[in-house]
């Protein structure tokens, strides 16, 4: 039987969060160069095999919207270790699984890590203020840019040594040594807990009547939704436009998360000095400015996949100055609600993520694609510098109280 540890009201360290994060990141994505051997293992076509990847992220949206009122109501601590619990008996079941519908019920199970990230950013909120929560978001940002760097290569490695279930079989090990490490270190951070979970549940009623929270949370979407319109249409420019192979194209899509880690990077070492508006905003120009300059190349023939890729990469570290900020901004709208507010600004992400991804495959083609792709980049850019102006409005006609 478990022993309780004596850590259990001892706020986490930020390693803990930080590893926390990187486990929610690489279960997304570091199976993918698997997914032709386990359409083939399991004798199904390609497209079902990649259900695995659609499910998941539909799973994670509503997850993130349950799980945030829930930990505003039982505690972090609660909540993420029964995510962690969850995650590593679906990593069992997808490492046994005999049968794709097996398979791919178990993955979506495994969309119970989401936890881990979301409630990180609440757990960080709940022991700091908001600038300094930006700072440490910052640095726990940067996971997210190089674990889906890092992620598939780890997983390619593994696939080809010891086959694809050896991926899960990561996680499962994974999994175990997080649930150790967060049972003896996360301590628990939420110490005002509501009194009922059908109370928790209707503050999001609250929540939705604040325009900081919809300023917020709009700018984190469409922020993100620059990140998804480019890795959308990546391998197509590359491959129609630049003749590009498709380990150089691989390249090219890490450029836009180098970008977000430099962004994260610096995010880490100026949010305590300025405000949560300055580097959101800062932000937002720094995308727009990179994306402007790379589509006036374009529209003026100089059409190179060096110049192309360097436009994007302001994509990227603007988002690595503003998603910290904003997220920290949008769990102070209402400090008890952080959960709940992460929770469901995340899965608003998510699903707006969902929504211009599948526009920009819509629109795109091999004619169109160089110009089509940074004008959609630019306006995803554009709403989110919007929202975050409209957010530094409000802060001047309604100040929060100090």
């Given at each position: 039987?478990?022993?309780?540890?004596?850590?259990?009201?001892?706020?986490?360290?930020?390693?803990?969060?930080?590893?926390?994060?990187?486990?929610?990141?690489?279960?997304?994505?570091?199976?993918?160069?698997?997914?032709?051997?386990?359409?083939?293992?399991?004798?199904?076509?390609?497209?079902?095999?990649?259900?695995?990847?659609?499910?998941?992220?539909?799973?994670?949206?509503?997850?993130?919207?349950?799980?945030?009122?829930?930990?505003?109501?039982?505690?972090?601590?609660?909540?993420?270790?029964?995510?962690?619990?969850?995650?590593?008996?679906?990593?069992?079941?997808?490492?046994?699984?005999?049968?794709?519908?097996?398979?791919?019920?178990?993955?979506?199970?495994?969309?119970?890590?989401?936890?881990?990230?979301?409630?990180?950013?609440?757990?960080?909120?709940?022991?700091?203020?908001?600038?300094?929560?930006?700072?440490?978001?910052?640095?726990?940002?940067?996971?997210?840019?190089?674990?889906?760097?890092?992620?598939?290569?780890?997983?390619?490695?593994?696939?080809?040594?010891?086959?694809?279930?050896?991926?899960?079989?990561?996680?499962?090990?994974?999994?175990?040594?997080?649930?150790?490490?967060?049972?003896?270190?996360?301590?628990?951070?939420?110490?005002?807990?509501?009194?009922?979970?059908?109370?928790?549940?209707?503050?999001?009623?609250?929540?939705?009547?604040?325009?900081?929270?919809?300023?917020?949370?709009?700018?984190?979407?469409?922020?993100?939704?620059?990140?998804?319109?480019?890795?959308?249409?990546?391998?197509?420019?590359?491959?129609?436009?630049?003749?590009?192979?498709?380990?150089?194209?691989?390249?090219?899509?890490?450029?836009?998360?180098?970008?977000?880690?430099?962004?994260?990077?610096?995010?880490?070492?100026?949010?305590?000095?300025?405000?949560?508006?300055?580097?959101?905003?800062?932000?937002?120009?720094?995308?727009?400015?990179?994306?402007?300059?790379?589509?006036?190349?374009?529209?003026?023939?100089?059409?190179?996949?060096?110049?192309y890729v360097g436009s994007v990469m302001f994509v990227g570290m603007g988002n690595g100055l503003t998603i910290p900020s904003a997220n920290s901004g949008v769990m102070s709208v209402r400090p008890r609600l952080a959960g709940s507010a992460s929770g469901l600004s995340g899965a608003m992400s998510v699903a707006g993520g969902a929504v211009l991804t599948s526009v920009t495959g819509a629109m795109l083609t091999p004619?169109?694609?160089?110009?089509?792709?940074?004008?959609?980049?630019?306006?995803?850019?554009?709403?989110?510098?919007?929202?975050?102006?409209?957010?530094?409005?409000?802060?001047?006609?309604?100040?929060?109280?100090?």
């Open positions: 039987m478990l022993r309780t540890s004596p850590s259990i009201r001892t706020p986490p360290s930020l390693t803990t969060l930080v590893l926390l994060t990187a486990l929610s990141v690489l279960s997304l994505n570091m199976y993918l160069p698997s997914l032709a051997h386990i359409a083939a293992d399991f004798e199904v076509d390609y497209g079902l095999a990649n259900m695995s990847i659609a499910g998941y992220l539909a799973v994670t949206a509503v997850l993130q919207v349950i799980m945030g009122p829930l930990s505003d109501r039982y505690g972090r601590r609660p909540v993420i270790l029964a995510g962690l619990i969850m995650f590593c008996v679906a990593s069992v079941g997808c490492y046994l699984a005999q049968d794709i519908w097996v398979f791919l019920t178990f993955r979506l199970f495994q969309g119970a890590i989401i936890t881990g990230m979301a409630l990180s950013r609440a757990v960080v909120r709940d022991m700091h203020g908001p600038q300094e929560a930006a700072s440490l978001l910052g640095y726990i940002s940067m996971v997210m840019a190089i674990a889906p760097m890092t992620g598939p290569m780890v997983g390619g490695f593994l696939d080809e040594l010891l086959g694809w279930r050896s991926n899960f079989l990561f996680f499962v090990i994974a999994g175990v040594g997080m649930l150790v490490l967060c049972w003896r270190d996360l301590g628990e951070t939420n110490l005002e807990p509501s009194e009922t979970i059908g109370a928790q549940f209707k503050t999001y009623p609250d929540l939705l009547q604040s325009r900081r929270f919809w300023g917020y949370s709009i700018c984190l979407t469409f922020s993100l939704g620059a990140f998804y319109i480019y890795i959308t249409g990546a391998a197509l420019i590359g491959a129609s436009v630049f003749g590009l192979t498709p380990s150089i194209i691989g390249l090219t899509v890490g450029g836009i998360t180098m970008g977000f880690a430099v962004g994260s990077f610096l995010s880490g070492r100026l949010s305590r000095r300025y405000p949560l508006w300055v580097m959101v905003i800062s932000g937002r120009i720094v995308a727009a400015i990179g994306l402007c300059i790379g589509l006036g190349l374009v529209l003026m023939g100089l059409l190179h996949p060096v110049t004619q169109n694609g160089a110009v089509v792709l940074m004008i959609l980049m630019l306006v995803s850019v554009a709403i989110s510098l919007l929202a975050a102006i409209y957010v530094r409005w409000v802060d001047l006609r309604d100040p929060l109280p100090a």
